[in-house]
Nanobody
Framework: QVHVVESGGGLVQAGGSLRLSCAAS??????????MGWFRQAPGKGREFVANIGWNGLNPDYADFVEGRFTISRTSAKNTVYLQMNSLKPEDTSIYYC?????????????????WGQGTQVTVSS
């Protein structure tokens, strides 16, 4: 079992920045064996892919709407994945979820992930 916990959400004005954090831990699964992803879900909409990163910190992938504004990274020492979000827009308002899968590379599909956090709210005001 892997425990995933997000933090760092909040309220920010359009054009501002936030950094989300995701801590992943497990008794029998090493953090370095996990590929990680960020997804988001706005009210009345489905959960959509935002970014993912491989187990070794390589092969980051982003949704088209990111347009260079977000950066995903991970640190092995702190077992943490970050999502740095800059130039935020009101349409970025969503609950952001972190997810983990026990393989080398991340995925853009929600079905590919085995473990999910509870989510953190991001609200961008205009």
């Amino acid at each position: 079992q892997v425990h995933v916990v997000e933090s760092g959400g909040g309220l920010v004005q359009a054009g501002g920045s936030l950094r989300l954090s995701c801590a992943a831990s497990g008794r029998t699964v090493a953090y370095t064996d996990l590929a990680m992803g960020w997804f988001r879900q706005a009210p009345g909409k489905g959960r959509e892919f935002v970014a993912n990163i491989g187990w070794n910190g390589l092969n980051p992938d982003y949704a088209d709407f990111v347009e260079g504004r977000f950066t995903i990274s991970r640190t092995s020492a702190k077992n943490t994945v970050y999502l740095q979000m800059n130039s935020l827009k009101p349409e970025d308002t969503s609950i952001y979820y972190c997810a983990a899968r026990r393989t080398v590379l991340g995925s853009t599909s929600t079905d590919a992930y085995d473990y999910w956090g509870q989510g953190t709210q991001v609200t961008v005001s205009s």
